[in-house]
C-alpha cells in the first residue's frame, strides 16, 4: 500500500467525524427529552416543574429532529455539480477505452467506470455516482439516449475526464503517460471511508447550493460552518489521495511522462491563444469555430515555428495522434468546441440560425471581415451620436459648419450603410437627398457620398463612412485628447448596450452547474481606449480591404490579421495608437499611402 493512503484515510476519518458530531447535536435534545419523559415515567420526577419542562424539551426535541431530518435529507438528495463535458460511449472511442482499462490493469487499480472530454487542458477523476444522476437520463456521444450508464450505478467507479486539446495535440504514448497518475487515483478513491468523506463534502457543497433558493435559505448557513470545519481536512485528504496516485504510477511511462508534460504547458498556451484570439471573435460575431481542436494543432504548430524554445516539436507530428483512438474525431471535436463556445463565452447550447458554426477555410471571410466592418459601422454610429459633420475633414477644435454640397455628387451604393440609422445633428436642414443611402450611412449635413469609383471632389473633402472623417475628428496635435475620450465613451456605451440587448444568451444563467455560462470568462472588460484602437484598426482594414486590395486572413496565435500581397501587416498597431493616445495622424497617413490606400473613400460596411 502507498504511504500516502493511510494518511488519506486518518483526513478522511476526521472529516466524518465532524458529520458525527453534527449528528449528536441534532440528537442530543432527544436524547434529554427520552431521559425526562422515562424519569417521570418512573415517577423519579414528581411534582412542579417538571411536567412543564418535559412537555418544552419534547416540542424542542421534535423541531430539532424535524429540522435536522431536513437537512440530513437535503445533504443526500442533492445533487452535487458535475462539470459539462461531452461523454464518450465505448463504441465511440473503443481504443481509447482499451488503453485507459490497460492502464488500470498495469497498476491494479479499478479501471474509470467512463470517459468524458472536456474543452480544457486538464484531467481528472469525477465521481458521477450520486442518486440524483441515477434519476435523469443521460445522453452518450456515440450512443442513443437512455437510462444513464454504469458510471451512476452506486458505488461505480468515478469517471475519467481528459482535457480535449490533449487528444488532438499528443501522440498514444504521450497521453498514456500523462493519464497514469489521473487513472491511479480510482484506487484510493475506492476505500469506503474516503468516498464516503468525499460524498459527505458533496452533499454539504450541493446542499450550500440549496440554501440559495426561495424558502430554504436557512440550510446554507449549517451546510458553510460543516464545510469550514471539515475543510483543513478534506483539502489534506485529497492531497493524500494524489500522493497516493503518483506513487503508484511511478512505475508506468515514468520518463516518459517527464517529457510529455512539457507538451502539457505547450497545449495550454496554444489553446489560451487561439480561444482568446481566435475563437473569441467568431463568438462574439455569432459564429462558433467547429473544430477547435484541429486548430490547436495549427496554433502549436505555428508556435514551434516561431519559438525557438519550441524546435523539434514538429518532428513529433509524424507520431501517432491521440485522437485517433476516437472513431468519429471529427464529430467529436465539433461537440468540445460547442461546449467550449458555451463555457468560455455563454452561448447557446445548440446551434441555430443566430448561433451557427464556421470552418477554418471560412473563417477570414465570414469572421474577419464581417468583425471588421460591424466595428467601423459603430464606429461611425459613435460619430453620428457626437454629431460630427460628414463632410469637414478637421478635428473636434474647428468650426461645426457644414460643406457646401456640389452638383456633381452621387448617392453612394446602398452597400455602404451601415445598419444604424444617424442622429439628428446641426446644419442637417440644408441638405438635399437625406432620405438616401448617405443619410443612412451617417453622413451629416449637406454632404453626400460620392461614387465608390470616382475621385471626391475638393470642396466636399470625405462624405459619410469614410476613414478621413475618423481621422479629422481623432487628429489633436498638441491638444488633451478630449475627441478620443468622447468617442471611446460612446463606443463603450454602444457595446454595453449591446450586450444588454442580447439578454440570457450574454450569460444570464442559473447559479450553479452547465447552466452558469460563461464559467470561464477568457477576456476581462477592455478598457475605452483600447475600444477605440481596435474600432479604429478596423476601419483602417476595411479601408485597405476596399480600395488597396489588402483581404482579412487568420493568424493562429494572433486572431485577425490583415494580409497585403500575401503577407501579414504587423506594423499597423502602433500608427494606430499614435492617432488615438497622441491626436497624431501622420505616421497613418504615411503608412495608407504607401499602401494605396484611399481614406476619402467609402467603406462596405455591415
Same mark, same amino acid.
Given at each position: 500500500m502507498e504511504t500516502s493512503v493511510p494518511s488519506a484515510r486518518s483526513r478522511a476519518l476526521a472529516v466524518l467525524r465532524v458529520r458525527s458530531r453534527a449528528s449528536a447535536v441534532g440528537l442530543l435534545p432527544a436524547a434529554l427529552a427520552v431521559v425526562l419523559v422515562a424519569a417521570r415515567a418512573t415517577g423519579r420526577l414528581a411534582g412542579d416543574p417538571w411536567p412543564t419542562v418535559t412537555l418544552v424539551v419534547c416540542v424542542v426535541a421534535a423541531l430539532v429532529l424535524l429540522v435536522g431530518g431536513a437537512f440530513a435529507a437535503v445533504v443526500l438528495r442533492a445533487s452535487p455539480a458535475v462539470t459539462p463535458t461531452v461523454p464518450l460511449s465505448e463504441a465511440a472511442a473503443p481504443d481509447l477505452y482499451r488503453l485507459v482499462r490497460d492502464l488500470a490493469d498495469r497498476m491494479d487499480v479499478p479501471p474509470p467506470s467512463a470517459i468524458a472530454l472536456t474543452p480544457d487542458c486538464d484531467s481528472w477523476l469525477e465521481d458521477r455516482s450520486h442518486a440524483a444522476h441515477r434519476r435523469g437520463a443521460a445522453r452518450v456521444f456515440g450512443a442513443t439516449a437512455g437510462p444513464v450508464g454504469p458510471e451512476s450505478e452506486p458505488g461505480a467507479a468515478p469517471i475519467l475526464v481528459i482535457g480535449s486539446p490533449f487528444l488532438w495535440w499528443m501522440r498514444v504514448a504521450e497521453l498514456r503517460a500523462v493519464l497514469a497518475p489521473v487513472v491511479a487515483g480510482t484506487g484510493p478513491s475506492a476505500h469506503p471511508d474516503i468516498a464516503d468523506a468525499r460524498g459527505f463534502v458533496r452533499g454539504l457543497d450541493a446542499a450550500v447550493d440549496v440554501g440559495g433558493r426561495r424558502g430554504l435559505g436557512w440550510i446554507g448557513a449549517p451546510a458553510r460552518l460543516l464545510l469550514r470545519l471539515c475543510r483543513t481536512?478534506?483539502?489534506?485528504?485529497?492531497?493524500?489521495?494524489?500522493?497516493?496516485?503518483?506513487?503508484?504510477?511511478?512505475?508506468?511511462?515514468?520518463?516518459?511522462?517527464?517529457?510529455?508534460?512539457?507538451?502539457?504547458?505547450?497545449?495550454?498556451?496554444?489553446?489560451?491563444?487561439?480561444?482568446?484570439?481566435?475563437?473569441?471573435?467568431?463568438?462574439?460575431?455569432?459564429?462558433?469555430?467547429?473544430?477547435?481542436?484541429?486548430?490547436?494543432?495549427?496554433?502549436?504548430?505555428?508556435?514551434?515555428?516561431?519559438?525557438?524554445?519550441?524546435?523539434?516539436?514538429?518532428?513529433?507530428?509524424?507520431?501517432?495522434?491521440?485522437?485517433?483512438?476516437?472513431?468519429?474525431?471529427?464529430?467529436?471535436?465539433?461537440?468540445?468546441?460547442?461546449?467550449?463556445?458555451?463555457?468560455?463565452?455563454?452561448?447557446?447550447?445548440?446551434?441555430?440560425?443566430?448561433?451557427?458554426?464556421?470552418?477554418?477555410a471560412e473563417y477570414p471571410e465570414e469572421v474577419v471581415d464581417r468583425k471588421w466592418r460591424t466595428e467601423a459601422a459603430r464606429l461611425h454610429t459613435a460619430l453620428d451620436a457626437l454629431a460630427v459633420p460628414a463632410g469637414l475633414p478637421a478635428g473636434p477644435s474647428a468650426p461645426a459648419t457644414p460643406v457646401s454640397p456640389t452638383s456633381s455628387a452621387t448617392p453612394a451604393p446602398a452597400a455602404s450603410a451601415p445598419v444604424a440609422s444617424p442622429a439628428a445633428r446641426p446644419g442637417a436642414q440644408g441638405s438635399e437627398g437625406s432620405s438616401g443611402a448617405a443619410g443612412a450611412a451617417g #453622413? $451629416? &449635413?449637406? +454632404?453626400?457620398?460620392?461614387?465608390?469609383?470616382?475621385?471626391?471632389?475638393?470642396?466636399?473633402?470625405? !462624405? %459619410? =463612412?469614410?476613414?478621413?472623417?475618423?481621422?479629422?475628428?481623432?487628429?489633436?496635435?498638441?491638444?488633451?485628447? #478630449? $475627441? &478620443?475620450? +468622447?468617442?471611446?465613451?460612446?463606443?463603450?456605451?454602444?457595446?454595453?448596450?449591446?450586450?444588454?440587448? !442580447? %439578454? =440570457?444568451?450574454?450569460?444570464?444563467g442559473k447559479a450553479r452547474g452547465a447552466d452558469t455560462v460563461p464559467l470561464f470568462p477568457l477576456q476581462p472588460p477592455r478598457s475605452g481606449r483600447d475600444l477605440l484602437a481596435d474600432h479604429v484598426t478596423a476601419m483602417v482594414c476595411c479601408a485597405a480591404v476596399d480600395s488597396a486590395g489588402a483581404t482579412p486572413g487568420l493568424d493562429w496565435l494572433d486572431g485577425p490579421v490583415l494580409l497585403v500581397g500575401g503577407d501579414r501587416r504587423s506594423d499597423l498597431a502602433p500608427r494606430v495608437l499614435s492617432l488615438v493616445e497622441e491626436g497624431n495622424p501622420e505616421p497613418l497617413r504615411d503608412w495608407l499611402s504607401a499602401l494605396g490606400v484611399r481614406p476619402e473613400k467609402p467603406v462596405r460596411l455591415v
Amino acid at each position: 500500500m502507498e504511504t500516502s493512503v493511510p494518511s488519506a484515510r486518518s483526513r478522511a476519518l476526521a472529516v466524518l467525524r465532524v458529520r458525527s458530531r453534527a449528528s449528536a447535536v441534532g440528537l442530543l435534545p432527544a436524547a434529554l427529552a427520552v431521559v425526562l419523559v422515562a424519569a417521570r415515567a418512573t415517577g423519579r420526577l414528581a411534582g412542579d416543574p417538571w411536567p412543564t419542562v418535559t412537555l418544552v424539551v419534547c416540542v424542542v426535541a421534535a423541531l430539532v429532529l424535524l429540522v435536522g431530518g431536513a437537512f440530513a435529507a437535503v445533504v443526500l438528495r442533492a445533487s452535487p455539480a458535475v462539470t459539462p463535458t461531452v461523454p464518450l460511449s465505448e463504441a465511440a472511442a473503443p481504443d481509447l477505452y482499451r488503453l485507459v482499462r490497460d492502464l488500470a490493469d498495469r497498476m491494479d487499480v479499478p479501471p474509470p467506470s467512463a470517459i468524458a472530454l472536456t474543452p480544457d487542458c486538464d484531467s481528472w477523476l469525477e465521481d458521477r455516482s450520486h442518486a440524483a444522476h441515477r434519476r435523469g437520463a443521460a445522453r452518450v456521444f456515440g450512443a442513443t439516449a437512455g437510462p444513464v450508464g454504469p458510471e451512476s450505478e452506486p458505488g461505480a467507479a468515478p469517471i475519467l475526464v481528459i482535457g480535449s486539446p490533449f487528444l488532438w495535440w499528443m501522440r498514444v504514448a504521450e497521453l498514456r503517460a500523462v493519464l497514469a497518475p489521473v487513472v491511479a487515483g480510482t484506487g484510493p478513491s475506492a476505500h469506503p471511508d474516503i468516498a464516503d468523506a468525499r460524498g459527505f463534502v458533496r452533499g454539504l457543497d450541493a446542499a450550500v447550493d440549496v440554501g440559495g433558493r426561495r424558502g430554504l435559505g436557512w440550510i446554507g448557513a449549517p451546510a458553510r460552518l460543516l464545510l469550514r470545519l471539515c475543510r483543513t481536512d478534506a483539502a489534506e485528504m485529497e492531497r493524500g489521495v494524489a500522493a497516493a496516485a503518483s506513487e503508484r504510477a511511478q512505475g508506468v511511462d515514468y520518463g516518459l511522462r517527464i517529457v510529455a508534460q512539457e507538451q502539457v504547458g505547450l497545449a495550454y498556451a496554444g489553446w489560451d491563444r487561439l480561444l482568446t484570439r481566435v475563437a473569441l471573435p467568431a463568438w462574439r460575431m455569432g459564429r462558433w469555430p467547429a473544430h477547435l481542436d484541429a486548430g490547436v494543432v495549427s496554433a502549436l504548430t505555428e508556435l514551434s515555428r516561431r519559438d525557438r524554445l519550441a524546435e523539434g516539436f514538429t518532428s513529433r507530428l509524424g507520431e501517432r495522434p491521440a485522437c485517433d483512438l476516437l472513431e468519429q474525431p471529427g464529430l467529436i471535436d465539433e461537440a468540445t468546441s460547442l461546449l467550449a463556445a458555451r463555457l468560455f463565452h455563454g452561448g447557446p447550447a445548440e446551434a441555430g440560425p443566430d448561433w451557427s458554426p464556421v470552418d477554418w477555410a471560412e473563417y477570414p471571410e465570414e469572421v474577419v471581415d464581417r468583425k471588421w466592418r460591424t466595428e467601423a459601422a459603430r464606429l461611425h454610429t459613435a460619430l453620428d451620436a457626437l454629431a460630427v459633420p460628414a463632410g469637414l475633414p478637421a478635428g473636434p477644435s474647428a468650426p461645426a459648419t457644414p460643406v457646401s454640397p456640389t452638383s456633381s455628387a452621387t448617392p453612394a451604393p446602398a452597400a455602404s450603410a451601415p445598419v444604424a440609422s444617424p442622429a439628428a445633428r446641426p446644419g442637417a436642414q440644408g441638405s438635399e437627398g437625406s432620405s438616401g443611402a448617405a443619410g443612412a450611412a451617417g #453622413a $451629416a &449635413g449637406p +454632404a453626400t457620398l460620392a461614387a465608390a469609383d470616382s475621385p471626391s471632389p475638393a470642396a466636399d473633402a470625405f !462624405a %459619410g =463612412p469614410t476613414l478621413e472623417r475618423v481621422l479629422g475628428y481623432l487628429t489633436d496635435l498638441g491638444g488633451d485628447g #478630449a $475627441a &478620443g475620450e +468622447a468617442l471611446a465613451g460612446r463606443i463603450t456605451g454602444e457595446l454595453a448596450r449591446e450586450e444588454r440587448a !442580447a %439578454g =440570457p444568451a450574454a450569460g444570464a444563467g442559473k447559479a450553479r452547474g452547465a447552466d452558469t455560462v460563461p464559467l470561464f470568462p477568457l477576456q476581462p472588460p477592455r478598457s475605452g481606449r483600447d475600444l477605440l484602437a481596435d474600432h479604429v484598426t478596423a476601419m483602417v482594414c476595411c479601408a485597405a480591404v476596399d480600395s488597396a486590395g489588402a483581404t482579412p486572413g487568420l493568424d493562429w496565435l494572433d486572431g485577425p490579421v490583415l494580409l497585403v500581397g500575401g503577407d501579414r501587416r504587423s506594423d499597423l498597431a502602433p500608427r494606430v495608437l499614435s492617432l488615438v493616445e497622441e491626436g497624431n495622424p501622420e505616421p497613418l497617413r504615411d503608412w495608407l499611402s504607401a499602401l494605396g490606400v484611399r481614406p476619402e473613400k467609402p467603406v462596405r460596411l455591415v
